[in-house]
């Protein structure tokens, strides 16, 4: 039987409720790989054509935010984290090269965060990451991908504060 949008969005509220921190948000992640593995799931709330940004689901008690992102070509972004927030990335269709950071200073209203490159993996459909609050990361997209993610809260109400990426010799002084 096909998940739903509510029943997963009951599930991620149950989880996040009765599991705080992060050992919530890894029973999210599982979730995440559940409904990815699902293709009528898949298929009726991240079809092709999703735009960039289309939230699905807010959660009213907890802030948790299901999205569905679509990007036609390639799009990448800069070394970031989610701010006070966690998220969870899962790849729907196509391919996301995700790039860890590892933090070397962390921003200030007026200086960019400064990252150093650890490592890049491929994400491929049905894949899904957990980054908690504070974690790293970049993706890279080279052709049209779909993904479903988590937003701890809402991100487009939160005020982020950028970082850059610092060579590796220069990390190190």
């Not at 899962?90 to 070397?104: F, H, K, P, R, S």
């Not at 991100?155 to 850059?164: A, D």
Request: hydrophobic share 35%.
């Amino acid at each position: 039987m096909a998940i739903t949008l509510e029943q997963f969005a009951a599930d991620c509220h149950d989880a996040v409720k009765n599991n705080p921190g992060t050992p919530g948000r890894e029973k999210v992640l599982a979730l995440v790989k559940q409904v990815l593995a699902d293709s009528d799931f898949v298929t009726r709330h991240i079809p092709d054509g999703t735009p960039e940004r289309h939230v699905l689901y807010e959660d009213a008690e907890l802030g948790f935010t299901i999205l569905a992102h679509g990007y036609t070509g390639p799009k990448g972004s800069n070394p970031h984290d989610h701010g006070p927030s966690w998220a969870i990335y899962g790849q729907a269709a196509g391919e996301t090269i995700m790039t860890a950071w590892d933090l070397v200073a962390r921003p200030t209203e007026s200086t960019p965060g400064k990252a150093k490159f650890n490592h890049n993996y491929v994400m491929k459909p049905g894949d899904a990451y957990l980054y908690d609050v504070g974690v790293l990361h970049s993706p890279e997209r080279k052709a049209a991908t779909r993904l479903l993610r988590i937003e701890g809260v809402n991100m487009s109400k939160i005020k982020r504060l950028p970082y850059e990426a610092v060579p590796v010799s220069q990390a190190a002084e």
